[in-house]
């Protein structure tokens, strides 16, 4: 009796322990360890640990906290079946607080504080229910501490998707009005707390500027591995598409300055474009009329002061 005891014993022990694992590409490394009580370990292809928390039927709930690959803690909060839920705080890979505010299934909602890595106050306002900040709700500040003329936070990764999709899907807008008819031009205004129906062009302007100004080298769409634009700025990925509304309207209506070096390829717009180009004209079948096109989004750039990279390092 004592000896069959043991043995289940031991079975149930064996049982309770038992881990389900996932591996990388290579069948070797592994990606995920989830034990029979949900408790479940995430891990970096180095070996390091990328998350922990608890699953129930394959998807997080409760309390989960991410890491950056040094170590470091990169977010705290709960997931509600696989969504993110509630309030999060997130960190700088320094240890420094990012922010902290309430998530939901589209992203940040409600009230927010924003945190440089230095410690100091980047921003506080408001997320509207479609994850947006909220114009007139903001203050934004430097890395000093001093208010920053934007008055608008830093788009989000997922709003920058957002953007992308909708101009590769050529999504039209759902709040259509003077100069809105797509969705892009809809979310640049939102990201930029532009306000639809209410600011004049030029006050908008004013903003858009102000959103491309700070943070144009971030505004890169990714996952579209079948175009060469895939990962660059959003203007070569509108013209990748063939969609040449974008750069046309960011030129002429919001007059944006497009000198920058792009951080994926190390080039400006008009290097890409005048590369492109070349490329259509010498790989047949020609596509004259896609190689037109590229030449004339060319010869409008050059008209706006749009520059090459070997111009901008003079």
């Not at 322990?17 to 995920?32: H, L, R």
């Not at 000093?144 to 997922?158: I, K, V």
């Not at 750069?247 to 007059?255: D, T």
Request: charged content about 25%; glycine content about 8%; some cysteine.
């Amino acid at each position: 009796m004592k000896n069959f005891i043991l043995i289940i014993s031991i079975l149930f022990t064996i049982a309770a322990s038992a881990q389900t694992k996932e591996y990388f590409e290579d069948g070797v490394t592994v990606k995920k360890i989830t034990d029979n009580e949900g408790n479940s370990k995430e891990f970096y292809r180095s070996g390091k640990l990328a998350a922990t928390g608890k699953k129930e039927s394959w998807k997080r709930i409760g309390e989960w906290k991410e890491y950056y690959e040094g170590g470091a803690l990169k977010s705290i909060g709960n997931y509600n079946d696989n969504e993110e839920t509630g309030n999060w705080k997130f960190y700088h890979d320094n240890g420094q607080l990012s922010g902290m505010g309430e998530m939901s299934t589209i992203g940040r909602v409600g009230n927010w504080e924003l945190y440089h890595n230095n410690g100091k106050l980047s921003g506080a306002g408001k997320y509207d229910e479609d994850g947006y900040p909220i114009p007139d709700t903001w203050t934004t500040y430097n890395d000093l501490g001093e208010t920053h003329g934007c008055d608008c936070p830093e788009p989000t990764a997922q709003m920058y998707s957002n953007m992308c999709h909708s101009i590769y899907e050529r999504q039209n807008s759902q709040n259509p009005g003077p100069g809105i008819s797509y969705k892009y031009q809809e979310l640049l205004w939102k990201i930029s707390c532009a306000k639809i129906g209410i600011d004049k062009l030029p006050e908008a302007r004013i903003k858009i500027q102000c959103m491309w100004s700070n943070y144009r080298e971030k505004i890169r769409c990714y996952n579209y591995p079948t175009l060469i634009s895939s990962e660059k700025n959003v203007m070569k990925f509108s013209l990748d598409t063939g969609f040449t509304a974008l750069i046309s309207e960011a030129v002429k209506r919001y007059k944006l300055d497009m000198n920058f070096i792009d951080p994926s390829d190390k080039k400006t717009i008009l290097d890409f474009i005048e590369e492109t180009e070349k490329e259509i004209r010498n790989s047949p079948p020609i596509d004259t009329s896609r190689a037109d096109e590229y030449q004339s989004m060319y010869q409008l750039l050059r008209t706006n002061g749009a520059k090459h990279s070997r111009e901008l390092k003079q």
